[in-house]
């Protein structure tokens, strides 16, 4: 997916497994913004803030840990929604934990309002911060509170 870069590091925009359905799958829950809308706005609220955004997705969770391995020496920070992995993942958390940016999860969705195996996040234990409920807005406010962080929270 597209990609824009700043003199400063971007932050790594991530997303996990089925997110490319967006706007198709259970859109009672996720509603109809696609995974491109999501981009859209991400690269759109990123130029807002000054902030470079690398936005990507996959299905697979050894991609999304080579993701968070790279953006310990890439990236300003990380925004992750790992979706499914978030509750099944220690591979994750120990990639999240390794990688010494800060990490704000996202989702679409409430999971403390869904099933209950949604109720436990790996990613929660790497995260200085979850936001959800908020539909692609948790986007947006998950970048807001990157821009927000004190230099020391971003230094490399």
Do not use: K
Request: net charge neutral; hydrophobic share 45%; proline share 4%.
């Amino acid at each position: 997916m597209g990609r824009i870069l700043m003199t400063e590091r971007p932050v790594y925009v991530l997303n996990g497994p089925n997110l490319n359905l967006l706007g198709l799958r259970q859109p009672e829950i996720y509603g109809a913004t696609t995974l491109e809308d999501l981009r859209a706005l991400c690269l759109e609220t990123g130029a807002r803030l000054g902030l470079g955004i690398d936005f990507r997705q996959t299905n697979h969770e050894g991609v999304l840990v080579e993701w968070i391995h790279e953006a310990r020496t890439q990236a300003r920070a990380v925004v992750l929604n790992a979706a499914a992995y978030t509750h099944t993942s220690v591979a994750l958390l120990d990639a999240l934990l390794a990688c010494e940016r800060p990490v704000v999860e996202v989702h679409l969705s409430n999971i403390h309002r869904r099933e209950a195996f949604r109720h436990h996040s790996y990613v929660s234990q790497a995260a200085l911060g979850m936001i959800c409920g908020f539909g692609a807005h948790g986007y947006v406010l998950a970048l807001e509170a990157v821009a927000a962080l004190p230099p020391a929270a971003r230094s490399s």
